[in-house]
């Protein structure tokens, strides 16, 4: 016996989570406007999705989110701390590479200083994971280590129904469980069969290109140069990958008085590294494009022994002049093989 | 012989002979509707040149990569009338000779790609001339069509609605031909005169200062619109400003290398009197 979850109850979980305060929050909308937003209903969620254009990480990691206001008057010096407020959400829908993004991006956010903005927003949330039945072209978290019914980073595990109405529910954490307990007049006890989850193709081998990005002759390989001659330089790769954390402090106003807020950067921006002085250490875009691939692969996984990317494939699936991380780590990975060989 | 064809064999020719150092052209992509710009410099690679109807993105950008033309030799690329209107727009502004550029012109009509004559962007002035008079009679499409019906206020709603969606990727500028300052008004931050914030205000300055930056420059050649990941119909602004630029001054960008820029040159003898 499995614990069922009915579409058809859908809306009434959500009405009971709102009526204790908490925000439900789904996947909405078709193609490049898709993402998580606000719902009262069920309807107003698209489950059909394979996944939303921007990511989860979103809802934890702002575009921009001011944390501090100052005014500088003759005799004192006022300021205002800004923190998310921490009031309770459901995320209904996330798909399994988004939410092992939040576990990975975990680490980073708690390790030399413990950010309180992703973490009031971590623990005052709980993501529902469904797991994917059919994945596209472009998707490739198997390749990651990880698969399309993953439960790293979920709070709740939703495994598809066959038949399409329903979800059989798998508690993961403390926060799954309390969430579950609100619903429980509309879960079901039951045997419905559960979809096989997606088969997600293995694109390439992680180890291979984990062994050759270590090998630090590569650094200086031409490859870098090669592989990204095409790429015009901006974030769009960045900002919809759910892992990539880099942000930028900004103060927006003048020396008297004005906002401190802490906004998305991205490796990709000539401007990322640049020096006052003029230099800029990576000058060219194939050293900032391999940057962006060692971080991932090498630097990520030295630090926080797990690798920085989830096999979303959003940055193949949206780059303007048809780049990303599979290819990349495809040729990487051949160059190792060959190298092995030899 | 297809275009195709033919233009691979006329790259394999110029590589070997000499005439020109690379060629940028279009390649196969990751998936069978994708094509990706590609640089060849060796005339065996030459058969991975591909030209058909999904070749859309507009090339001449990648000429204007630091240090590529320095050396004074010439650069063949796969250009369509806007990509050949770019060149003489980047010629016009001192950013490229258009001596160096070696033209593999082709233009796409519904789903075929046919051949463009010409080698240099001068050749194809007849070509130009005939896309400004089209473009003069064209009509708005249903979107523009629909905002021009509205007041001014109902228009800023709907551009705050598109602009919310904004993330501040810059792939819009980034895959500009146009935009090839070296530093961009956006990456001043000495003062920041803009701010980089994807907040309201900050999503509506960014995208109306580029605006009005392309008033005039902007060959409508879709880069912008295919590159943006959140789908803001970026297009729309730039061809309005360009209709009013065509209607008010009769200038349609990048007819030839020696045409002023509309928003950057005056006549003593205009009629308003703000002028002098």
């Not at chain 1, 799954?176 to 006890?189: F, T």
């Not at chain 1, 950067?265 to 250490?281: A, I, K, R």
């Not at chain 2, 935009?179 to 003062?191: E, G, H, I």
Request: some cysteine; charged content about 25%.
């Amino acid at each position: 016996m499995a614990t069922l979850l009915y579409l058809e109850s859908l809306s009434d979980c959500f009405a009971s989570w709102r009526k204790e305060g908490l925000t439900v929050l789904a996947p909405v909308g078709e193609g490049a406007l898709s993402g998580f937003r606000e719902v009262e209903r069920a309807e107003e969620a698209n489950f059909d999705l394979l996944i939303t254009r921007t990511t989860l990480k979103e809802l934890f990691f702002p575009r921009t989110e001011p944390m501090l206001g100052y005014r500088i008057g003759k005799r004192e010096i006022e300021t205002e701390e800004f923190m998310p407020p921490v009031e309770g959400r459901i995320i209904f829908g996330a798909r399994a590479c988004d939410s092992a993004a939040m576990a990975i991006d975990d680490a980073l956010f708690d390790w030399d200083y413990h950010d309180e903005y992703w973490f009031r927003r971590r623990e005052s949330s709980v993501v529902f994971t469904i797991a994917c039945r059919e994945p596209d072209e472009f998707c490739m978290c198997t390749s990651l280590g990880l698969s399309p019914d993953s439960a790293k980073g979920s709070d709740v595990l939703l495994r598809p129904l066959e038949a399409g109405n329903g979800w059989q529910v798998e508690p993961v954490t403390d926060r799954g469980h309390k969430a579950l307990s609100s619903i429980e007049q509309h879960l079901r006890e039951g045997s419905g069969a559960t979809a096989a989850p997606a088969e997600v193709p293995v694109k390439f081998d992680l180890e291979a290109c984990r062994s050759w990005l270590a090998n630090k002759e590569n650094f200086e390989s031409p490859f870098w140069r090669e592989i990204s001659e095409r790429c015009i330089g901006c974030g769009s790769c960045t900002y919809l990958c759910p892992t990539c954390h880099c942000f930028d402090i900004q103060d927006e106003g003048d020396t008297y008085q004005g906002i401190r807020r802490k906004n998305w950067d991205s490796c990709s921006f000539q401007l990322f590294t640049m020096h006052t002085s003029g230099h800029n250490p990576r000058a060219t875009q194939g050293a900032r494009w391999r940057q962006r691939i060692m971080h991932k692969f090498n630097y990520y996984g030295g630090k926080f022994d797990v690798d920085s990317c989830t096999g979303c494939g959003r940055c193949t699936r949206e780059c303007p002049v048809d780049m990303g991380v599979t290819e990349t780590l495809q040729t990487i990975a051949a160059k190792q093989k060959q190298s092995e060989r030899t | 012989m297809s275009l195709q064809e033919h233009y691979r064999s006329q790259a394999r020719e110029l590589l070997a002979a000499g005439a020109v150092k690379m060629v940028v052209g279009y390649a196969e992509g990751t998936t069978p509707e994708r094509r990706r710009p590609v640089f060849i410099t060796e005339p065996e690679e030459c058969s991975r040149l591909v030209l058909d109807a999904r070749c859309r993105t507009n090339l001449a950008g990648y000429l204007l990569r630091e240090g590529l033309l320095s050396d004074g030799r010439e650069i063949a690329v796969y250009l369509s009338t806007e990509g050949v209107r770019t060149i003489n727009i980047l010629a016009a502004e001192s950013q490229l000779s258009s001596a160096q550029v070696r033209i593999l012109g082709f233009e796409i009509d519904r789903d075929e790609v046919k051949a463009m004559e010409g080698k240099r962007a001068a050749d194809f002035s007849e070509a130009i001339l005939a896309h400004k008079e089209r473009r003069k009679k064209q009509a708005p499409d249903e979107l523009a069509a629909k905002l021009e019906a509205m007041n001014a206020a109902e228009r800023f709603t709907f551009w705050q609605g598109e602009f919310s969606r904004c993330i501040k990727c810059y792939a819009c500028r980034q895959a500009c031909p146009m935009c090839w300052c070296r530093r961009c008004v956006v990456d001043n931050n000495q003062p920041q005169w803009v701010n980089t914030s994807s907040h309201t205000l900050g999503n509506l300055e960014w995208n109306l200062v580029r605006a009005f930056h392309l008033a005039g420059r902007c060959v409508e050649c879709g880069n912008c619109g295919r590159a943006c990941p959140v789908d803001i119909p970026l297009h729309l602004l730039n061809r309005k400003m360009t209709g009013e630029v065509l209607e008010a001054f009769d200038h349609y960008p990048g007819m030839d290398e020696h045409q002023e820029p509309a928003l950057a040159s005056f006549r003593k003898d205009d009629p308003e009197t703000f002028i002098l």
